[in-house]
């Protein structure tokens, strides 16, 4: 059974400050690792996917690694703003099935201004 | 964009009520979710359609049931409501294939059951 992990599950940073979160999964069989922002009380909004065969993903300050042997992913971001404040998750799809996708239960990010 | 509609933000329902959350969404898209999302334990699968009138279940199915008539709705059905179905509960679809699409997830629906 695949499980998600991410940790810490709470990090404070001062604005400006350039920071990693970390996302690990059990089975490295997946098809694709995709990670979300939650704002509090909201859905959530897709920020990047990585494919199976891809190593990295950029969209404007946040760039996301997979290292699916070591089933690790992290998500960057740079000089980070009081507006990225929000729960961030990673969700793995795995192969087989019905393609399952299994969600860690996410880092909330505070920026302090 | 895709959009993802769930049309209850906020419900409070009594014990025992048969509640209806409904979810459209404009994509065409093969694949619809219902997870459920609790403090401390993230998101659970509770149902997956992969096509018309098609579903599997989830983690969690018990005491949900689930309909999709047209591809672009997806019903979620809580046949008599219980305190513990208090929860935000979220929506989701996917285009089918190729397998590396994105989720994309409604606002929610927050349901309180007294």
């Known amino acids: 059974k695949q499980e998600v992990t991410q940790i810490p599950a709470a990090l404070s940073v001062p604005e400006g400050e350039n920071l990693v979160l970390n996302c690990s999964f059990t089975?490295?069989?997946?098809?694709?690792l995709q990670w979300f922002r939650q704002d509090p009380g909201k859905g959530l909004t897709s920020l990047l996917l990585?494919?199976?065969?891809?190593r990295e993903q950029t969209s404007g300050r946040l760039n996301a690694s997979l290292d699916k042997s070591s089933g690790r992913s992290t998500l960057y971001i740079a000089a980070s703003q009081p507006g990225d404040s929000a729960t961030y998750l990673c969700?793995?799809?795995?192969?087989?099935?019905?393609?399952?996708?299994?969600f860690g239960t996410g880092t909330k990010l505070q920026v302090i201004p | 964009d895709v959009k993802v509609t769930q049309s209850s933000r906020y419900l409070v329902k009594r014990t025992g009520e048969k509640v209806f959350l409904e979810c459209v969404q404009d994509?065409?898209?093969?694949?619809m979710f219902w997870y459920r999302q609790d403090p401390g334990l993230g998101l659970r699968l509770i149902y997956f359609s992969y096509d018309v009138k098609m579903k599997e279940k989830g983690d969690i199915p018990e005491g949900y049931s689930v309909s999709r008539e047209k591809k672009e709705r997806f019903s979620l059905i809580l046949e008599s409501a219980s305190t513990n179905q208090t929860s935000m509960y979220l929506c989701a679809s996917r285009r089918g294939d190729p397998p590396g699409n994105t989720i994309y997830f409604g606002e929610g629906s927050w349901l309180t059951v007294v």
């Open positions: 969700a793995v799809r795995n192969s087989g099935g019905y393609q399952k996708v299994t």
């Open positions: 994509m065409d898209h093969e694949n």
């Open positions: 089975d490295s069989a997946i098809y694709n």
């Open positions: 990585i494919q199976s065969s891809q």
